[in-house]
């Protein structure tokens, strides 16, 4: 099973820079963990890093929102917004 996780453009930028020849993204993650709690990665953002990320993802969840509804709509054949 798969799992799909939002990161900032930034982070995925520093994630990717981590990256081996021939390693995917996941690897370099468990790489990069080693295994350890996610709890032990509390309070690692400074406070205008987790601003900037939570800020960025908010504002792709909007955008995927808007994206779906348009896209109801398009299936359904009407110009009036889904509720």
């Known amino acids: 099973m798969t799992k799909t996780v939002r990161v900032s453009e930034r982070t995925y930028e520093r994630i990717e820079a981590e990256r081996g020849d021939g390693e995917t993204t996941a690897e370099t993650l468990d790489r990069l963990v080693r295994g350890r709690p996610l709890v032990e990665?509390?309070?690692?953002?400074?406070?205008?890093?987790?601003?900037?990320?939570?800020?960025?993802?908010?504002?792709?969840?909007?955008?995927?929102?808007?994206?779906?509804?348009?896209?109801?709509?398009?299936?359904?054949?009407?110009?009036?917004?889904?509720?």
């Open 41 to 83: 990665f509390a309070g690692m953002l400074s406070d205008d890093d987790a601003r900037f990320t939570r800020e960025t993802l908010a504002a792709a969840d909007e955008a995927a929102n808007r994206e779906s509804a348009a896209t109801v709509e398009r299936a359904l054949g009407t110009d009036d917004p889904v509720n």
